[in-house]
Antibody, heavy 120, light 107 residues
């Protein structure tokens, strides 16, 4: 069974930083792209970023709203992806999901989400 | 950036009714479209990809159609568990973008 587990969420002051983790199990992690999607309270979904696999040079891409503030990295030995969130504002308050689409059998997997609250 | 729009914003429906949700892209995305269903407090559920292919385990009352810029998700006979918000997502190029969603609620 494939599982994605996010961790690292919490309360942070404006201007602060957090590091979210997504740990995967039950799939060949090294082959996968991993994405992050967030959802502000009562709002819609926003695709934030994705990081490619080794075969594609671990290339990271970001939405304009977070480019320059958020940074993706991964550690294939730990089956994990990390999202570093810097320069947080109240508009970054949201549930952050990691997501993997396994193209070989067209399955789409999401974590349970990590809540990030930016407030003074 | 491809901008996705969805209509209507809210749809009030009775169980058993046929439901048609629309999604439009600001430029052609071919068939690179996914539909998701989301219920409160849950992660999105993968329904349709490639605009018209049902994901594994999705009931056949769900169907997707369209290509280019106009897409439709149809639920042939709405069940109680289908009351939710539905999002479309394009994946033709980066950045992927979601539509704002259509909320299907009980009439």
């Amino acid at each position: 069974e494939v599982q994605l587990v996010e961790s690292g969420g919490g309360l942070v002051q404006p201007g602060g930083s957090l590091r979210l983790s997504c740990a995967a199990s039950g799939l060949t992690f090294t082959d996968q792209y991993v994405s992050w999607v967030r959802q502000a309270p009562g709002k819609g979904l926003e695709w934030l970023a994705r990081i490619a696999n080794k075969a594609n040079s671990y290339t990271a891409q970001y939405a304009a709203s977070v480019r320059g503030r958020f940074t993706l990295s991964r550690d294939d030995s730990q089956n994990s992806v990390f999202l570093q969130l810097n320069g947080l504002t109240t508009e970054d308050t949201a549930v952050y999901y990691c997501r993997i689409f396994v193209s070989t059998h067209a399955n789409d997997y999401w974590g349970q989400g990590a809540l990030v609250t930016v407030s003074s | 950036e491809v901008v996705m729009t969805q209509s209507p914003a809210t749809l009030s429906v009775s169980p058993g009714e046929r439901v048609t949700l629309s999604c439009r892209a600001s430029q052609s995305i071919g068939n690179k479209l996914i539909w998701y269903q989301q219920k409160p407090g849950q992660a999105p559920r993968f329904l349709i990809y490639g605009a018209s292919t049902r994901a594994t385990g999705i009931p056949d009352r769900f169907s997707g159609s369209g290509s280019g810029t106009e897409f439709t998700l149809t639920i042939s006979s709405l069940q109680s568990e289908d009351f939710a918000v539905y999002y479309c997502l394009h994946y033709i190029n980066w950045p992927f973008t979601f539509g704002p969603g259509t909320k299907v609620d009980i009439k």
